[in-house]
């Protein structure tokens, strides 16, 4: 992107007017901009960039209307394509626009044709790429989303006993009647459920697990087991035998990604980028080292590394620059 472009973005997304169309909380805004966008269609990519890293860095997701602004922008892009319908060359162009807007949307499909599944007598598995996230249901009716450079496996004709490597959220689906218990598994421990959401991540050679609803018993590899209740976060490393069990509060150091944001509190610089090297496949390279250890708290949209690259940025106020396979962050 030019420097003309990223200097836009940065005006909208500290123009107080434009938060408040992006967030769809005036009237007034929203007319304006909206007709903005229609005065000025060679801009739709700036202002569909900077709209996501807007609603990215809000923490709290219930305060934001994504879908009615999504429609907004759709009526708005209707009316540009109308006005352009006789001219074919800024019919094109436009379309053009319109694609890379939505490029971090059409990401999320994209990476699900790309996601690697094989099935064999032995068992199935699934597999996404660097950057990938998968929405998958098992055949038992469980729901897992898969984050990038992952891989969930289990034997064939049994869905419940997980092998996880990587990151992955589960909602699974409870059996009353036959109180079926479902398995994942990790190098680290073993979580064992009958139904219940929980977030599980197996970066770093440890096994970090997060209980959103429900409860959950954890075998750990030492041989000791622990009982979580909601809100619990549980630490574990067979490697060195560490144990940490806490509740997530807005003191705990911690971060979590779904729903295409990724959520963080209190975690450092160098942690956030440390698990964008996970899911990217791409290394982070601090030139300032006083900045590793800046304290962040918000989210960011997680679907497409440039976005991503653009709204941390506008967190820290770092620059970060994409030398082929390396992320190059100095102050600005």
Same mark, same amino acid.
């Given at each position: ?21 992006a ?5 007034n ?6 007709n ?35 429609? +907004?922008?759709?009526?708005?892009l ?53 950057? +990938? ?12 989303v ?6 969930i ?46 977030h ?38 067979? +490697? ?48 300032d ?44």
């Amino acid at each position: 992107m030019d420097y003309k472009n990223q200097n836009l973005i940065n005006q909208l997304t500290e123009d107080e007017s434009f938060i408040r169309w992006a967030k769809n909380s005036n009237k007034n805004d929203v007319d304006y901009w909206n007709n903005w966008i229609i005065n000025n269609p060679n801009k739709i990519e700036c202002v569909e960039l900077a709209k996501t890293i807007v609603l990215g860095l809000t923490f709290n997701k219930k305060s934001v209307a994504s879908e009615k602004i999504n429609d +907004e922008l759709d009526k708005v892009l209707a009316k540009i394509n109308s006005r352009s319908a006789s001219k074919d060359k800024i019919s094109f162009k436009l379309f053009n626009y319109r694609n890379f807007a939505i490029a971090a949307i059409l990401l999320l499909f994209i990476s699900i044709g790309a996601t690697l599944f094989l099935s064999s007598e032995k068992g199935v598995v699934h597999k996404t790429a660097y950057g +990938e996230i998968l929405d998958l249901q098992l055949p038992d009716g469980t729901s897992v989303v898969l984050n990038g450079n992952s891989q969930i496996s289990y034997p064939k004709g049994d869905s419940r006993i997980i092998t996880l490597v990587g990151e992955a959220y589960f909602k699974v689906k409870s059996i009353p009647a036959t109180k079926a218990k479902f398995w994942v598994n990790t190098n680290d421990l073993q979580v064992e459920v009958y139904g219940t959401k929980f977030h599980v991540n197996t970066r770093k050679k440890k096994t970090k697990v997060v209980l959103d609803e429900g409860s959950i018993h954890l075998k750990l590899k030492n041989g000791l087991s622990k009982e979580m209740v909601p809100g619990d976060l549980v630490s574990f490393s067979k +490697e060195n035998n560490q144990i940490s069990h806490k509740s997530v509060s807005k003191d705990t150091a911690y971060s979590l990604w779904r729903d295409g944001t990724y959520t963080f509190n209190n975690i450092t610089f160098k942690d956030l980028m440390s698990n964008l090297e996970f899911s990217y496949g791409i290394k982070a390279e601090f030139i300032d080292k006083n900045l590793e250890e800046l304290k962040l708290t918000g989210g960011i949209p997680n679907q497409n590394l440039k976005i991503c690259i653009a709204a941390i940025e506008k967190v820290t106020g770092a620059s970060v620059t994409q030398s082929n396979n390396k992320l190059i962050i100095k102050l600005n």
